[in-house]
């Protein structure tokens, strides 16, 4: 059965051919290793007890949000233990990237249960990124849609994204879909920020987990997936963000796995230095910079890294 959802869903997503784009607000991100020191009493119970239940996922058990665009939500998708787990390998480090590979064992079980989930090879996703928003000035949500990035690391197409809440927030940091047919039915008391008005939101809450797809059945490129990330207003908002491809995606685990010290620092275009001596870094800052779903072009004559 699951053979048959996999070669199903891999036939459907062959068909993807279109051209693709990446944007979003930004984040602070974060960089960890295997060197980072975890309490190990706690990893032993989260590798060898919760994470066991990884082989019997059921995927039956996620909610159906929206049809369009297709937005699902898993509740519980982690454990508490699992999702400190993570942002406890991420606490201590000053770098500027969250590319978080497999060589962890949580990692490794963690993406298996994504695979399950969305019935997509796991060789078709990035690493997790792990980012870590705190209060921010602007209470305005800024949009982007993930179905078009197709210049780094190979994989063709996006097909799906999974965020995963690794903690929860007092107020703001909602997930929007402005173009979601559940907006105007989604009713919110003032425990909502007034940014999540403007569409369908969820509201991150720790262990949950969304999964939307960029794609109609047809390949087409579903618009409705637009989407957007409020201010946070109250608390710390940690995520888990894993990025999954049409075709198997190798890029970032050729290029950077083994030199992690400068992982993310590069440039990507040969006008990097002299857009950034031009102001460009400032008026154009995620094309220049990224964010949470770009890259970003000009990272290391930004002085990003």
Request: proline letters at 3%; a negative charge; one cysteine or more.
């Amino acid at each position: 059965m699951v053979f048959t959802a996999h070669w199903i869903w891999t036939s459907v997503i062959l068909l993807a051919l279109l051209p693709v784009q990446y944007s979003s607000s930004g984040h602070r991100t974060i960089e960890f290793n295997d060197s980072t020191n975890v309490n190990q009493e706690s990893r032993d119970f989260i590798l060898h007890g919760d994470l066991e239940q990884s082989s019997n996922f059921d995927p039956t058990n996620a909610i159906r949000l929206s049809w369009h665009p297709r937005l699902f939500q898993y509740p519980n998708f982690l454990s508490d233990e699992e999702c400190d787990h993570l942002i406890s390998l991420a606490n201590g480090t000053n770098k500027i990237t969250g590319w978080l590979f497999e060589t962890d064992e949580l990692v490794a079980r963690i993406d298996e249960r994504i695979s399950a989930w969305t019935f997509l090879p796991k060789d078709n996703g990035e690493p997790i990124k792990i980012l870590h928003s705190e209060i921010e000035q602007s209470s305005e949500a800024q949009y982007v849609y993930s179905y078009n990035r197709t210049d780094f690391g190979g994989g063709d197409y996006m097909i799906a994204t999974v965020i995963i809440f690794l903690s929860n927030v007092s107020m703001g940091g909602e997930t929007i879909f402005p173009r979601s047919e559940m907006k105007d039915a989604q009713i919110k008391d003032n425990s909502w920020s007034l940014c999540s008005s403007n569409g369908y939101a969820v509201k991150p809450i720790k262990g949950n987990a969304l999964l939307f797809f960029h794609r109609h059945h047809n390949s087409e490129p579903d618009e409705g997936s637009l989407h957007g990330n409020c201010a946070v207003l109250g608390g710390d908002k940690w995520t888990a963000n894993k990025w999954i491809h049409v075709l198997p995606f190798t890029g970032i685990k050729n290029s950077f796995l083994h030199d992690s010290d400068n992982i993310g620092c590069t440039d990507e275009e040969d006008m990097c230095a002299e857009w950034a001596a031009n102001g460009e870094c400032d008026r154009n800052r995620i094309y220049m910079l990224g964010n949470s779903d770009y890259y970003g072009s000009c990272r290391k004559s930004c002085g990003l890294c």
